[in-house]
Every structure is written in structure tokens, then in C-alpha cells.
């Protein structure tokens, strides 16, 4: 079975450094890869996602992830962290082969972002 | 336009009541999940409709759980007999034929005494 591993379930950083959130999946074949974002009390917004092409991908509010097939990994970075992307990420995959999978999620366990003034 | 909406936002009950949360989707999503979110645990898949069928109930824990969804739009998620272990965010996402990525509700928030 898919399984996502999001390692570090708490990543505190200063205001203005680099965000680096890690996420590994475990698939012979890529599956398609997403991160989301989710503030207290509410649900969870897309900020990027992977399916094809180009390998590194932007997403909103200044995140990017890379791709990198060689490692099975789909890591979250922002150059410069600002107080408001204090939040909890989540990795997430749908197998690629979609037709049995119903393009279900299956997510990693989550990373709490602190930012510090 | 409008995006994924819930209810209730957050639901008190006794341990053995029943209780139906409810998910709005966008409208023209054809495709409908339901997840949970238990603290400090990731989200787990529930189950997913394709219009008003559910060809994926795999995620359901146990026989209490059931789910429905009319007119290709509302689905209703209830849980009968409700447990302590039930407690958790109960959320919803849609998403449009033909796309990959899923737009979730706020949530619902149970909590079972």
C-alpha cells in the first residue's frame, strides 16, 4: 500500500529564514503528489501539486516543491518564512495508476510550522 | 464561487447517540470524499462517491458508519451509536470530473462524551 512519510512532525524557523518541510513516499511507480495547508479551525488548501512535466512545481504564496523520482521525495520549500505560513502541511499522493484508487488521498501525518518573529 | 460547506461546524453528543454531519460540494463536482482527522493522527479516507454511488467505502471503520448522497450534490455521513474513539474533524472535499485535486470543507468538528 501507498504510504507518505513526512519526517519531523514540528519545524520551527525564524521570520525570514528557509522553510524546508521533508516528504518521502513509497511507490515502485510516481504517484501523483500534493501538498495542503491547513490553518486552525479550518480545512485544508491546496498549495501545490505534482503530475507530470516539469519536476519543480510553484504553488501559491511563495511555496515551490521539487519532485525528485531518485529519492521518492516531494519536499516543501519557501525561501523566506513569514508569520503568517505558521500552519500545519500535509504531504498527500494518489497513486498514479488512478482507475483503482478512486483518486484518494492518502496523506502523511503532518508537519506544524512555527515561525519566530 | 461558493466553495465545500459543512454541518455543523461543531457537534457535542453522548457516547450511543447517532448524529449526520453534512457536505455541500461545489456544485458540478461529481467526485466526493469523506475524511477523518483524529488528534494528533493524519487524515484518513472514508469513502468516495461518484455521483450518488460509492464505489469506495473501504475507509469506513465499522458498521455504525454509513454514508448517502443525493442529486449528485448534499452527501450526509452518520454515525450511529456513537463512541469516545468516534471524536475527530470529520472533513469533506470534491472535486470536478477530469481533475486530480480535491477541494476540502471546514470540517465538522465531533466530540463524543
Known amino acids: 500500500a501507498q504510504s507518505v512519510t513526512q519526517l519531523g512532525s514540528h519545524v520551527s524557523v525564524s521570520e525570514g529564514a528557509l522553510v524546508l518541510l521533508r516528504c518521502n513516499y513509497s511507490?515502485?511507480?510516481?504517484?501523483?503528489l500534493f501538498w495542503y495547508v491547513q490553518y486552525p479551525n479550518q480545512g485544508l488548501q491546496l498549495l501545490l501539486k505534482y503530475t507530470t512535466g516539469a519536476t519543480l512545481v510553484k504553488g501559491i504564496n511563495g511555496f515551490e516543491a521539487e519532485f525528485k523520482k531518485s529519492e521518492t521525495s516531494f519536499h516543501l520549500t519557501k525561501p523566506s518564512a513569514h508569520m503568517s505560513d505558521a500552519a500545519e502541511y500535509f504531504c498527500a499522493v494518489i497513486p498514479y495508476a488512478g482507475g483503482t484508487s478512486y483518486g484518494k488521498l492518502t496523506f502523511g501525518q503532518g508537519t506544524i510550522l512555527t515561525v519566530h518573529p | 464561487g461558493a466553495g465545500v460547506s459543512q454541518s455543523p461546524s461543531n457537534k457535542v453528543t453522548e457516547k450511543g447517540k447517532d448524529v449526520e454531519l453534512r457536505c455541500d460540494p461545489i456544485s458540478g463536482h461529481t467526485a466526493l470524499y469523506w475524511y477523518r482527522q483524529r488528534l494528533g493522527q493524519g487524515l484518513e479516507f472514508l469513502i468516495y462517491?461518484?455521483?450518488?454511488?460509492?464505489?469506495?467505502k473501504s475507509g469506513l471503520p465499522s458498521d455504525r458508519f454509513s454514508a448517502e448522497r443525493t442529486g449528485e450534490s448534499v452527501s450526509t455521513l452518520t454515525i450511529q451509536r456513537t463512541q469516545q474513539e468516534d471524536s475527530a474533524v470529520y472533513l469533506c472535499?470534491?472535486?470536478?470530473?477530469?481533475?486530480?485535486?480535491?477541494?476540502f470543507g471546514p470540517g465538522t468538528r465531533l466530540t463524543v462524551l
Open positions: 472535499a470534491s472535486r470536478s470530473s477530469g481533475r486530480n485535486e480535491q477541494f
Open positions: 511507490s515502485s511507480v510516481p504517484p501523483y
Open positions: 462517491f461518484q455521483g450518488n454511488s460509492a464505489p469506495d
